[in-house]
């Protein structure tokens, strides 16, 4: 089994076990805020690779027409089971390539694609990397579409197992009495500047995902505020994650 499938598998797990969603139950509130000031009201948003909707449902009362996209059915299926019976409309994808071409075709360009939390990171291949890259490059609007993605910081991740691998990593994590298995390609400014450049965005700006553990943060608001506080404080290049904000160059 390639590492890509291992990661899909494993996040088929992660998600139908609801364990995600206990040890990532809630949007970090500053991504949040970045999210809210890009996307127009009644836009056209993206979340790819949603999972079961952390980002997307709060989005829900901003924008006009929303994309989920998770190549996991248990995913998409959590999100459909907390999506309101009277919300805006969610198109549900589990891939990119011509599904999301002919929703662009149908409904027009996107405001803003999303790409949060390692989604990017999970593909191994700069190949399979710049094939989605891209294709959100053209799913945007020309002038004033954006895309905020987030990867793990090499500097900050796995640093004792680079030793061995160097940034492409296999992680292993018990999951209900489960042990599965992902893949993840770390990153540093530099190369991410370099990927987004290749596929044809301009990186505008590059900010700390977050400073302390993305599950601390997200499961006691007492770390959101002292995350709040780091994040001003320190560099990007010390985040745990790192958030970048690109637009579509001219
Ligand atoms: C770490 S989770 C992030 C979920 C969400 N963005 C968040 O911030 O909580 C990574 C997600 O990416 C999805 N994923 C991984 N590779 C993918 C691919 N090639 N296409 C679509 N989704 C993918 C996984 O199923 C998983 O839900």
């Not at 998770?70 to 089971?81: F, G, I």
């Not at 009277?86 to 803003?112: F, I, K, M, N, Y």
């Not at 680079?162 to 292993?172: E, S, W």
Request: some cysteine; aromatic content about 8%.
């Amino acid at each position: 089994m390639s590492g890509s499938q291992q990661s899909q598998q494993a996040y088929e797990h992660y998600h139908a076990s609801g364990h995600y969603d206990r040890r990532y139950p809630q949007p970090n509130l500053r991504v949040l805020q970045l999210i809210r000031a890009y996307l127009p009201a009644k836009g056209h948003v993206l979340d790819f690779g949603c999972g079961s909707g952390r980002y997307l449902l709060p989005l829900l009362n901003q924008a006009g027409r929303l994309v989920a996209l998770d190549s996991s059915a248990a995913a998409l299926a959590r999100l459909s089971d907390r999506l309101p019976p009277d919300a805006v409309p969610v198109h549900r994808l589990t891939s990119a390539g011509p599904a999301l071409a002919a929703h662009v075709e149908s409904h027009g360009t996107l405001d803003l694609a999303l790409c949060l939390f390692g989604v990017l990171a999970h593909m191994p291949s700069v190949d399979e990397r710049q094939r989605v890259l891209q294709q959100l490059h053209a799913s945007l609007h020309p002038v004033h579409g954006h895309l905020l993605l987030s990867v793990p910081n090499r500097y900050r991740r796995f640093w004792w197992r680079q030793l061995r691998t160097g940034a492409r990593i296999r992680y292993q994590r018990q999951v209900g009495g489960e042990s599965i298995v992902l893949h993840y390609q770390l990153f540093d400014p530099k190369n991410l500047r370099e990927e987004l450049q290749q596929a044809g965005f301009v990186l505008e700006q590059l900010h700390a995902e977050s400073l302390l553990p993305e599950s601390w943060v997200t499961r006691w608001p007492r770390m959101q505020r002292l995350d709040r506080l780091l994040c001003r404080l320190l560099p990007a290049t010390w985040g745990y994650g790192l958030l970048a904000i690109a637009r579509v160059a001219p």
